[in-house]
C-alpha cells in the first residue's frame, strides 16, 4: 500500500450524537472504526447550552460535556478519533476512497456518514454575540428557558412556524416575523399558526438589531414595504430560516433531496452505493434531535456490520 494511504473497516465521518453512536456499536463489534471529527468536534451540541431533553440525564447536562461524554464512551471500545476534516470522497469502487484535507487517503470498505447540519443563521454581529444568551436556532432544546416570557420568531417556512406554535405553548406572546407578505411553510402549518391566537405575524420584517448587553431584551424591526423601524421586547430570539446538510463532498455520490439532505432507503441507512449509510441530521430534516440522530447512528453500525458480513469481509 503507497505511503499515506491505510485501509480501514469502518470509516466514520462526523462527531455529533450519530457518528459517536455509530462509532460505540462498531467498535464492541470489532469493526475497528476510524471517526474523523469534522471542523466542529462534537457538532451541533458544542454551540448549545443546558440539554435537558436527552433522555438517561435527570438533572440535565450542558451539550459540550455530553460530547465528551459521547466522545469517551466511543474511545472506551477503541474508536480511533481523529481530528481532522474529510474533504473528498471516491465512491466508485467496492471500496470506498476518502481524502482528509492534509491528503492522507483512506480505503474504506463501509462509510457511516455523520456530517450533521448547520443552522442557517441571518448574519447579525448582534445575534452572533447574543448566541445561548436569548438567541437560539431550536426552540424544542431551548423554548423551555422562555416560559412565561414573550419571544420572536424569525422565518416563514415550516420550521418557523413549528416553532412558533411550539413556543405558542410556553409563551404569553410569540412574535413570527417574516420577510415576505406570504409564508413559504405548508398550507396545515399555516393554519396551526393563524389558528393560535398569541402568535402574532409580522409581515414584511426584517430584524436589524438584537438587543440587549448579557442577554437578549429586545429586537429592532423594519418593515421592509413601508421602511417603518420599531422595537419589540422579547426576551428570547429564535432563528428557524432553515438549516444546511453538510454533505457537499457527497453531492454526485449519493441521492439527495433538493435541500442536500441524503436519502437513505426507507426505515434503513442504506444509501444508493453499497457499504456506504447515512445517519443524522445529513439526512434528517424533520427530527433533528440528538436522541434521533443517535438512534439513526446506532442504526448506521448495524447495517454496516451486515453488509461486512454478507460481504465475508469479517
Ligand atoms: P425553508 O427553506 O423551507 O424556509 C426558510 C424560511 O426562512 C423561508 O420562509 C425564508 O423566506 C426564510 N428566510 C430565509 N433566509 C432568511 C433571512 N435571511 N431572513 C429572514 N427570513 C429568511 O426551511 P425550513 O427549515 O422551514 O424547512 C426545510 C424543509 O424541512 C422544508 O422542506 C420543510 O417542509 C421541511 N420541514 C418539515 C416539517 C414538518 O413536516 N413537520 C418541519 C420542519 C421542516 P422566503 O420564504 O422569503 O424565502
Known sequence: MAEGMEHVRCLIIGSGPAGYTAAIYAARANLNPVLYTGEQPGGQLTITTDVENYPGYTDGIMGPEMMEHFRKQAERFGTDVRYELISKVDLTGPVHKAWTESGTEIQADTIVIATGATAKWLGLESEERLANKGVSACAVCDGFFFRGQEVAVVGGGDTAAEEATYL???????????????????????????????????????????????????????????????????????????????????????????????????????????????????????????????????????????????????
Not at 276 to 283: C, E, I, T, Y
Not at 306 to 311: D, F
Open 168 to 314: 405558542a405553548k410556553l409563551c404569553p406572546k410569540v412574535h413570527l416575523l417574516v420577510r415576505r407578505d406570504e409564508f413559504r411553510a405548508s398550507k396545515i402549518m399555516q393554519e396551526r399558526v393563524f389558528n393560535t391566537e398569541n402568535i402574532i405575524v409580522h409581515w414584511n420584517t426584517e430584524t436589524l438589531e438584537v438587543l440587549g448587553e448579557d442577554e437578549v431584551e429586545g429586537i429592532r424591526v423594519i418593515n421592509n414595504k413601508t421602511k417603518e423601524t420599531s422595537e419589540i421586547p422579547v426576551k428570547g430570539f429564535f432563528v428557524a430560516i432553515g438549516h444546511q446538510p453538510n454533505t457537499e463532498i457527497f453531492k454526485g455520490w449519493l441521492d439527495m433531496d433538493q435541500t442536500g439532505y441524503i436519502t437513505p432507503a426507507p426505515g434503513t441507512t442504506k444509501t444508493n452505493i453499497e457499504g456506504v449509510f447515512a445517519s443524522g441530521d445529513a439526512q434528517d430534516n424533520v427530527y433533528r434531535q440528538a436522541v434521533t440522530a443517535a438512534g439513526t447512528g446506532c442504526m448506521a453500525a448495524l447495517d454496516a456490520e451486515r453488509y461486512l458480513v454478507e460481504k465475508g469481509i469479517v
